[in-house]
Nanobody, 121 residues
C-alpha cells in the first residue's frame, strides 16, 4: 500500500502564493504518476496538475501559467507551487499517486487526506 501525507495548505490573500507538498511512503516503487486534485463542496473532484516519473506534466486550464508541479523521486515527494492565487482556487487539495501492477497492468491509486487552501479577497 501507499500512504500520502500532504502539507502546505492554509490561508492566503488574493494574488499570493502557496506551496503544497505531498510525501509518499510504503510501496512507492510502483508509483508512476503523482498529482494534485481539488474539490469544493457540492462539486466533483477535479484535476489540477499531474506529473509522471519522467517529469512530463500536464495541467488543468485554470492552473496553466500560475501553478507548477514538480517531483523529487528520491524523496517520494511531489510539490505544487501556486502563484497568483484567486478566490476560485479555494478548495481542499488532494494528493494522488497512481500505478499499475502485473502483466495486466491493473490500475491502482491512493489519496492523501486533503489540505485546505483558502484565498481571501
Amino acid at each position: 500500500q501507499v500512504q500520502l501525507v500532504e502539507s502546505g495548505g492554509g490561508l492566503v490573500q488574493y494574488g499570493g502564493s502557496l506551496r503544497l507538498s505531498c510525501t509518499a511512503s510504503g510501496r512507492t516503487d510502483f508509483i508512476s504518476t503523482m498529482g494534485w486534485y481539488r474539490q469544493v463542496p457540492g462539486k466533483q473532484r477535479e484535476l489540477v496538475a499531474r506529473i509522471t516519473g519522467g517529469g512530463i506534466a500536464n495541467y488543468a486550464d485554470s492552473a496553466k501559467g500560475r501553478f507548477t508541479i514538480s517531483r523529487d523521486i528520491a524523496r517520494n515527494t511531489v510539490y505544487l507551487q501556486m502563484n497568483n492565487l484567486n478566490t476560485e482556487d479555494t478548495a481542499v487539495y488532494y494528493c494522488n499517486a497512481a500505478w499499475t501492477t502485473g502483466v495486466q497492468r491493473i490500475y491502482s491509486d491512493a489519496w492523501g487526506q486533503g489540505t485546505q487552501v483558502t484565498v481571501s479577497s
